[in-house]
């Protein structure tokens, strides 16, 4: 019933004399204070103060309600705690005013006024409910001179959407399930691709400006390329800092794109790339010889943009085993533990890119009982390519740490024989280890030299050939790459390659009738080590031809439009190659030829001597088909 009765009759009296009642709640939220002044028998209340009409402006509302004075509030009675809080009330803050006008002073009914006429009163009554206590009754705006704080005027609660930014730190306290799961990670992804292309501004920035900067806006002073004297003196007196190399570098990237106009008069191209490669060695810690050989790949400030690449790691992938799960039960057992994943892509259907995780990923449960193995995306790749199919004979050559052979042995759906073949005997201790671990029934593990594998055993359906390496497309993954490279291990690694490419033609059945296929791959973005290895393949083996790799993505080289590439700052994966042959019978028509070509060399007169490059290939040859 609240303070008030609603049929406006004052309450029974008690038979046991009560203590007076007072309310808990603020009474000037209601401004029921005027209905106190009712109970006044002796003394009576002064009136609110008239304002002059100079502080018309000021807002201010008094209510009163003429009632008998018999009405009162219920169960309370006059003392000195109820008076002095509504004289506390009404008098307070008018006391600390200064009083320049007359005060009126006397009830209200001594007020002579108009009933239209509310002009002393500043505004029109309000009518108010003395309801129950318990309702909850909106409070009446009253205005005030002070200023509303920002902080009130905000909602008790803040809806989360997808394009509020704020949202992002009251999304992060949910516990992760598959239906947030999506949005979580693309917002995760997006930051760490903010954060990548922030490092890039300050290059791209001087290199896309323009060429009048007056104002200072890049540079205070103009840029003075150093001369070769100039550089000797700074590597004697220790190199220069950080910032000058950053500024060089920016300056050499930006004359670089139009020479004719910004190059300084007098100095040649080569003096700026020489520059600008001294300075990626220096700030990136590479050796000159591999940060030339990296940085002539690309355009220039695609080149920036490999280096920077390199500095940053690449994301965690893993890749499902289908022999033991599903993809979708893999993804949700992960969830519940507090892993953040979603699928990599549309281009493999066993592939899962971790972005956060509460639990090591490499000592779960599901990883343990060989539900998923820890592979880079690159990785994925090859086995894509070749395709291998159930009930064929499939040899990986160079198979340690088993990712690529555990992942043939899935697509077979453990059928068929796949021989892994590592020459490093300690290497096949994890190759060994992964199989049991993935359930992987159909393996052979051996351990033999690549380029005695057609002497060993030949007559595969198909081949995998993922050969040694310089590891220049993983150097965020192995920093070393950078100062132990010299251009006599590209020499050798590439010679390797060309051995072991020609092995694995040789290995492979032109028979089959499924198969006859070869896929070589490298972790490597050198040229020497990829299409030069291709083009000699083709060259040496003419039965072998080039087919597409049916990846969907990639770069290609003009040349070899064919195979793919695969670079950290396009595809934010480490820097990769492939490439797929098709192995086919001899033909009648192509031996003919060379008995044709033969006969003519007769009628001219004996043919040349072969030259000894010839005749050490003509044997390397003969060998390799004993």
């Known amino acids: 019933m609240g303070r008030r009765a609603k049929n406006k009759q004052a309450a029974p009296e008690s038979i046991e004399p009560k203590e007076p009642w007072t309310s808990k709640k603020q009474l000037g939220k209601r401004k029921a204070e005027t209905e ?27 209510v009163s309600e003429e009632e008998d004075d018999s ?36 009830g209200l009914d001594d007020l002579e ?68 799961m999506a949005e979580r990670s693309r917002k995760l992804e997006a930051e760490a691709a903010e954060a990548a292309e922030l490092d890039l501004e300050e290059f791209q920035a001087g290199a896309e400006g323009a060429d009048s900067d007056e104002d200072g806006n890049i540079d205070a002073e103009p840029f003075h390329l150093p001369t070769a004297a100039e550089r000797e003196q700074e590597k004697a007196t220790g190199g220069p800092d950080v910032h000058t190399v950053q500024r060089r570098m920016r300056e050499c990237v930006r004359a670089l794109a139009k020479f004719s106009k910004r190059g300084e008069k007098g100095r040649a191209r080569s003096e700026y790339i020489d520059q600008i490669v001294a300075d990626i060695a220096s700030y990136y810690g590479y050796n000159e010889f591999l940060a030339e050989k990296l940085f002539l790949l690309f355009p220039v400030n695609e080149a920036i943009e490999f280096f920077e690449a390199n500095e940053t790691p ?12 599903r993809r979708r039960d893999l993804a949700q057992a992960l969830v519940n533990r507090g892993v953040n994943l979603e699928p990599i892509g549309k281009w493999t259907n066993v592939g899962l890119q971790v972005f956060e995780s509460n639990v090591p990923i490499g000592a779960t449960p599901e990883y343990l009982a060989g539900h998923y193995m820890l592979q880079a995306a690159s990785s994925f790749l090859p086995v894509i390519a070749l395709s291998p199919q159930p009930d064929e ?24 024989v796949v021989f892994a073949n ?32 057609p002497k060993v055993m030949g007559g595969f359906d198909r081949v995998l050939l993922d050969a040694p390496c310089s590891g220049t497309g993983v150097i965020s993954k192995d920093p070393s790459v950078k100062i132990n490279k010299s ?73 070899l439009n064919l195979t793919r590439r695969f670079y950290p700052h396009v595809h934010n994966m480490d820097g990769f190659f492939v490439a797929k042959f098709r192995v086919e019978k001899r033909s009648k028509a192509s031996a003919a030829a060379q008995r044709g070509q033969a006969e003519a060399h007769e009628g001219e007169g004996p043919p040349p001597a072969p ?3 010839s005749r050490a290939a003509s044997s390397k040859t003969v060998e390799t088909k004993a």
């Open 71 to 106: 009405e009162g509030w219920e169960d309370v009675e006059d003392d000195a705690n109820l008076k002095a809080q509504s004289k506390s009330l009404f008098r307070d803050s008018d006391e600390d005013e200064d009083v320049d006008a007359d005060v009126f002073e006397g």
């Open 487 to 559: 251009d006599r291990d590209f020499t050798l690694l590439s010679h390797l390659q060309k051995q072991l490419i020609l092995c694995a033609i040789d290995s492979v059945s032109p028979e089959s009738k499924t198969g006859g296929y070869l896929v070589y791959s490298t972790c490597s973005v050198t040229v020497d080590e990829n299409e030069a290895v291709v083009d000699y393949a083709l060259r040496k083996r003419p039965n072998v031809k080039l087919i597409d790799t049916e990846l969907e993505f990639g770069t290609f080289n003009p040349s």
């Open 113 to 180: 006024m108009d009933e239209d006429d509310d002009e002393p009163l500043r505004g029109p009554a309000q009518e108010f409910d003395f309801g129950s206590d318990e309702e909850d009754d909106e409070d009446i705006p009253i205005p005030s001179k002070a200023k509303k704080s920002k902080q009130a005027e905000r909602p008790k609660k803040i809806i989360p959407t997808q394009s509020d930014d704020s949202s992002s730190d009251d999304s992060e306290d949910e516990p992760v399930t598959m239906k947030n």
């Open 422 to 453: 590592d020459m490093n005997k300690t290497r096949t201790k994890s190759l060994t280890a992964n199989v049991h671990r993935l359930g992987c029934k159909n393996v052979v593990v051996c351990s033999y030299d690549g380029r005695e594998f």
């Open 611 to 613: 030259s000894v490059k």
């Open 36 to 62: 106190a002044e009712a109970d006044e028998k002796s003394s009576s209340r002064p009136a609110k103060k008239v304002k002059d009409s100079i502080e018309k402006k000021k807002n201010a509302a008094i």
């Open 314 to 325: 690449r994301p965690v992938t893993i890749r499902t085993n289908t022999l033991r799960t």
């Open 393 to 416: 004979r499939v040899l990986d050559m160079a198979s340690a740490p088993g990712g690529k052979t555990t992942h043939m042995a899935a697509l077979m759906q453990n059928t068929g």
